[in-house]
């Protein structure tokens, strides 16, 4: 059965830091793809970041870079230079090739932002 | 603007009641998705449709129907049979329904049931 898995309930970090999300999936499946969306107060899911599991390049988008490590099938979510705004839950996901077309959540992780 | 929109924000109903979710999407997506996320969890699928006319059950399907009549609208009805239904309902799209699309989501309908 596929998994996610955050072991990071809440976060606090500095302005200006950058921070790193953990994120571990697990499926037997060869080709999956990862994602990672904010949920800010107000509920909406904001869609971050994409990695399939085939891109031998690790994803960017802005700020945001997805360290995928296969082999230990990891997918941190990496912030550079964190603003106020990024306060929020953030939730890594997966979707794989042989399954319906769903996508799986992990529980979340609350970041939080000191000015 | 192209986006997904979600009516009401807050719903509020009392037990027994039948309650319709309304989900509407002009960003042309053939796919569309029903979430229930409870308080510091997740998201779990209930429903989802790749095509119009078409659905298919998610992981929690029970007490929940839908209706695919239009491209654009997925609407969701919360029956009476769903034992705990409070709780903060997403709609998504995806343009293909195929399993690598990206899902985008609306502003979510947050139902209380009293």
């Known amino acids: 059965a596929q998994k996610i898995t955050q072991t990071q309930p809440g976060m606090f970090v500095q302005e200006k830091e950058a921070v790193t999300l953990d994120c571990t999936y697990d499926?037997?499946?060869?080709?999956?793809?990862l994602f990672w969306y904010k949920q800010p107060s107000s509920g909406e899911m904001i869609f971050l970041i994409y990695q399939g599991s085939y891109d031998e390049q690790n994803a960017t988008e802005g700020r945001y870079s997805l360290n995928f490590q296969k082999a230990r099938k990891s997918a941190n979510l990496v912030i550079s230079a964190s603003q106020l705004g990024d306060s929020a839950m953030y939730f890594c996901a997966m979707t794989v090739y042989s399954s319906a077309s769903k996508i799986i959540f992990g529980s979340g992780t609350r970041l939080s932002i000191r000015p | 603007d192209g986006g997904i929109t979600q009516s009401p924000k807050y719903l509020f109903r009392k037990e027994g009641q039948n309650v319709t979710l309304s989900c509407e999407q002009n960003?042309?997506?053939?796919?569309m998705y029903w979430y229930r996320q409870d308080p510091g969890q997740g998201l779990r699928l209930i429903y989802y449709s790749q095509i119009v006319n078409d659905f298919q059950k998610g992981d929690i399907a029970e007490g929940y129907s839908v209706s695919r009549e239009k491209k654009e609208s997925f609407p969701l009805t919360v029956t009476s049979a769903q034992k705990n239904p409070t709780a903060f309902y997403l709609c998504?799209?995806?343009?293909?329904?195929?399993?690598?699309?990206?899902?985008?989501f609306g502003p979510g309908t947050r139902l209380t049931v009293l």
């Open positions: 998504a799209s995806s343009p293909t329904g195929v399993r690598t699309d990206t899902q985008y």
């Open positions: 960003l042309n997506h053939d796919a």
């Open positions: 499926t037997s499946d060869q080709s999956y793809g």
